[in-house]
């Protein structure tokens, strides 16, 4: 399948509907227990997905791809949300997450590598270790404040494998599926480890009103748009294109959560901001050399150039 160039429209739209799902999820958090909400997105999500599906007559997967689909839903949605919302009611600020989760690119990029074969230059190494230094940055006054491990900053680790693992097998063996039956599917599957964590650990609604307005922002904003976008966006442009949006995506989060929380960087975060967006911009730089290297029409120029001679030395 050709990877099509990302057009601005869907690099700011997937930004900003991505950004806007750290400070909603805290917001709904602080309101409702963590599991409690999550089966509310997955529910809420599957059932407006799916009938948005059904209206538009796309075709679902069956047998095999059917199971591809819904082992991306328990990484990408499970395997993401489930520890970044536990995180997050441990304290973890939404800027902060956002931070660790844009490591995205590097995970990926490292992910690739091992299982679609794709190159890891130099670049890409330097990539990685600019993002371990971003991470630490970004972890410091928690894990000074911890006096060690932080169980916060390892359950958004987990959050972020979950995502760059989940970007990866979507891109390998999904891609042909469209993105609305995907996310119905991954939505419906994410729902039932949700739901039952949900039912065998303590419900609290702390504010019913606001935790209902937030439930339903991360529903339609963050769980319906956001991932929608995103899968559809891995589709047409491919796993690695996508994750370089994680460049920006925190300092959003960063502003979003400053406006609707009142939270503010403090010093390590704002260096994680700046190195992690270094080493988002170093995996750009990597991707896009290797797509030039690979490009068919520049090789096929390097044929004919090679043919034009070849002609030429030739005498008639």
């Known amino acids: 399948m050709t990877l099509r160039r990302m057009p601005w429209t869907t690099a700011?739209?997937?930004?900003f509907t991505f950004a806007m799902g750290y400070p909603l999820g805290v917001l709904a958090v602080s309101s409702m227990t963590p599991m409690a909400v999550l089966a509310f997105r997955f529910a809420g999500a599957a059932a407006v997905i799916a009938t948005w599906a059904k209206l538009s007559g796309v075709r679902w997967p069956t047998g095999r791809q059917l199971g591809h689909v819904a082992v991306v839903g328990l990484l990408m949605q499970a395997g993401q949300f489930l520890p970044l919302y536990v995180a997050v009611q441990m304290g973890a600020p939404a800027v902060l997450c956002a931070v660790l989760?844009?490591?995205n690119p590097v995970v990926t990029a490292l992910l690739g590598a091992a299982f679609l074969r794709e190159g890891l230059p130099l670049l890409r190494v330097l990539a990685l270790v600019v993002g371990v230094a971003a991470a630490f940055a970004a972890c410091a006054s928690r894990l000074v404040g911890e006096r060690g491990v932080d169980p916060a900053v390892l359950l958004i680790l987990v959050a972020l494998l979950g995502l760059a693992a989940g970007g990866v097998y979507q891109q390998r063996f999904c891609a042909n599926v469209d993105f609305r039956a995907t996310g119905a599917i991954q939505n419906a599957v994410a729902f039932v480890p949700?739901?039952?964590?949900?039912l065998v650990t303590p419900f609290a609604a702390h504010d019913p009103l606001k935790a209902a307005l937030a439930v339903a922002a991360v529903v339609l904003l963050n769980a319906t748009l956001a991932l929608s976008l995103y899968v559809r966006a891995i589709n047409h442009h491919g796993a690695a294109a996508v994750s370089m949006l994680f460049c920006v995506i925190p300092a959003v989060a960063g502003v979003l959560s400053w406006l609707l929380l009142g939270q503010r960087i403090d010093v390590g975060v704002g260096v994680g901001l700046?190195?992690?967006?270094?080493?988002?911009?170093?995996?750009?730089r990597s991707t896009s050399r290797q797509q030039r290297e690979d490009d068919p029409r520049r090789h096929r120029g390097r044929q004919d150039r090679v043919e034009s001679v070849h002609e030429t030395a030739v005498p008639r």
């Open 12 to 15: 700011s739209s997937v930004s």
């Open 101 to 103: 989760i844009a490591m």
């Open 194 to 198: 949700a739901l039952v964590l949900a």
């Open 274 to 284: 700046l190195l992690g967006a270094l080493a988002c911009w170093l995996n750009a």
